[in-house]
């Protein structure tokens, strides 16, 4: 499974972006999927996750109420919604999967396929 992300960049506080994660050479139907950010000098931190199905989603508490994450199977492409962005909402993003199609979480070891990140930068 490969994931490349898009829709990154510069946005004022306030603003909205949207992340998608298009996926190739295997089906998303059998993976749960997480969205992951790293700003510098922080390690990754799970921003959100939703499992194979999509009855089950988790958020950080920074982003619940602003971020949304959505799946589109038939497309195989996973999204970000970003909305009420904040100077802190500042990094890379990745998307990844975890073979674990119920998995809910963030463990960083728990997902064996990632994205190489876009950047999302929140400043005036």
């Known amino acids: 499974l490969e994931f490349v992300e898009s829709g990154g960049g510069l946005v004022p506080p306030g603003g909205s972006l949207r992340l998608s994660c298009a996926a190739s050479r295997r089906t998303l139907d059998y993976y749960a999927i997480g969205w992951f950010r790293q700003s510098p000098g922080k390690e990754h931190e799970g921003v959100t996750c939703m499992t194979m199905s999509g009855t089950s989603t988790h958020y950080a508490d920074s982003v619940k109420g602003r971020f949304t994450i959505s799946r589109d199977n038939a497309k195989n492409t996973i999204f970000l919604e970003m909305n009420s962005l904040k100077p802190e909402d500042t990094g890379v993003y990745y998307c990844?999967?975890?073979?674990?199609?119920?998995?809910?979480?963030?463990?960083?070891?728990?997902?064996?396929?990632w994205g190489q990140g876009t950047q999302v930068t929140v400043s005036s």
């Open positions: 990844s999967g975890d073979p674990d199609p119920d998995a809910l979480g963030f463990r960083v070891d728990d997902y064996y396929y």
